[in-house]
């Protein structure tokens, strides 16, 4: 995260805002939907999806995997990806959690 001072935030503050900072990247949301799309690929039929190289295409493969947004299964000499269907879950319910607290409000302040 920078130079934040995550220790000063919780651990369930810091693990959504790495998410969010993980999704906040087009490529990166272009290859969760090809993995919704097919349920599970290998990192070529990723490079042949989207105009981007392979080794940059593996970067944001990394950078979904370190949040836990993405599983990655060796399956010969690839690495077979897949939706991580639990830091989803988790994800989902914080952001229940806010649009439950919105759509209480009866005003907004501003």
Do not use: W
Request: proline residues 3%; charged residues 25%; hydrophobic residues 35%.
């Amino acid at each position: 995260m920078g130079l934040t001072r995550t220790e000063f935030f919780t651990e369930k503050q810091n693990k959504t805002a790495s998410i969010m900072k993980a999704l906040g990247h087009p490529a990166r949301i272009a290859i969760i939907d090809f993995l919704l799309k097919t349920d599970k690929c290998i990192c070529g039929d990723i490079v042949e999806e989207l105009p981007l190289a392979q080794p940059t295409i593996s970067q944001h493969l990394k950078e979904l995997k370190n949040v836990g947004l993405i599983k990655g299964n060796i399956e010969g000499n690839a690495i077979c990806y897949c939706i991580n269907k639990k830091t989803f879950i988790e994800f989902q319910k914080y952001l229940t959690t806010v649009f439950d607290k919105l759509e209480k409000q009866e005003n907004n302040c501003c």
